[in-house]
């Protein structure tokens, strides 16, 4: 039972906010000791978009701002 549980928070930990946002590999290892167990993953809400505000839009290296290794500093 101690397993169960264990396992269960596991996934729940790595599930994050869903996929794409979720800890991969902690999810594998998860779900294969769920698997190990004979215990069926936990029922998780996906991601949802519009839970969140958009990232802006930024340029990262606007045109015309050189780098100051660009200037030899």
Known sequence: MQAIKAA????????CD???FAYHRGLEAATAH???LGV??????????SRYEPMPQVEIEPPGEE???DQGL
């Open 40 to 49: 069926q993953e936990p029922t998780m809400l996906p991601f949802d978009e």
């Open 8 to 15: 269960t928070a596991a996934y729940r930990l790595a599930w």
């Open 67 to 69: 780098d100051a290794d």
């Open 18 to 20: 869903g996929p794409p």
């Open 34 to 36: 769920l698997a190990a």
